[in-house]
């Protein structure tokens, strides 16, 4: 026997529909910011930020997969496109002709210098302006309670 499902009241619904609607609006804002002030994306930033604080500003493949929180496939396909453009360089680990090691270039390091103080107001003025201490407190809480009933390992 299947249980019934527990349907989201009025309420319930209200706030998962704007729960969604303002993840959108973040996403698209924050997209359109990074693509006026550096022409890159939000998955080309993400990359270029955990290179730019890796050791040597070179991560394995498989290493960067873990730190993006990606699969291979699709870690491999935005590195390659961003290969293209010169943003990353790839090549074969030294020792271990299986290991791709990745390295943020002089370019791509340039552009995420150009977009992060933009990136970061925008960050800012879309949440951060609108919390004090203790809605902060309040959001990082809820934010780590459903982090652990989705199994995220990025939360402590």
């Known amino acids: 026997m299947t249980a019934q499902p527990r349907w989201l009241s009025d309420d319930e619904q209200h706030l998962w529909r704007t729960i969604l609607e303002v993840f959108r609006n973040v996403t698209t804002t924050i997209d359109d910011r990074l693509q006026d002030t550096a022409a890159l994306s939000s998955p080309d930033f993400s990359v270029l930020v955990v290179l730019s604080e890796a050791h040597n500003r070179t991560l394995r493949l498989r290493d960067l997969c ?13 590195v390659t496109r961003m290969e293209k453009r010169g943003l990353v360089a790839k090549q074969v680990s030294p020792g271990d002709a299986r290991g791709i090691l990745v390295t943020i270039t002089d ?50």
């Not at 873990?66 to 935005?78: A, N």
């Not at 933009?118 to 302006?129: A, K, N």
């Open 66 to 78: 873990g730190e993006l929180g990606w699969d291979r496939s699709r870690t491999s396909h935005q």
């Open 107 to 156: 370019d791509g390091l340039s552009r995420l210098a150009a977009a992060a103080p933009d990136h970061v107001e925008t960050v800012r003025r879309l949440i951060f302006d609108h919390l004090t201490d203790e809605r902060t407190a309040a959001l990082q809480g809820l934010l780590d309670d459903i982090a652990g009933a989705t199994g995220d390992k990025t939360q402590p």
